[in-house]
């Protein structure tokens, strides 16, 4: 079996940053995706996008990081804002409640 691996690409924006994830977020992922937010919030955005569109697995630990982020973000004066959120994490969201915690957009050109 192999370590779950995830990716995180950064695209600066005039506002902030898009990061753009691919792979599986769980307890062995979720630190390095904290670690890439904390650096985006070293810039002082108003808005930080998570893109989900590579994204394959999100356990419980990738949930309760994402909460983390949300606030987070938005202790620093800034919006978390999820997009290309697929049907898995869509219905995770929703089963726990969490949907209206988090800012979710289609992605531009849907």
Known sequence: MTAAELSVDRQP???GS???LAGEIDMS???QLRRAVDQALA???TRIVLDFGG???CDSQGLSTLI???KAVDAAA???VLTNVGDF???LLEITGLRAAFAIEEPAGS
């Open 29 to 31: 992922t979720a630190g």
């Open 78 to 80: 800034g919006t978390l």
């Open 55 to 57: 994204v394959t697995f």
């Open 89 to 91: 994490l869509q219905r």
């Open 68 to 70: 983390a982020l949300n």
């Open 13 to 15: 924006t005039g506002n």
């Open 43 to 45: 810039e002082k955005p």
């Open 18 to 20: 898009v990061l753009v």
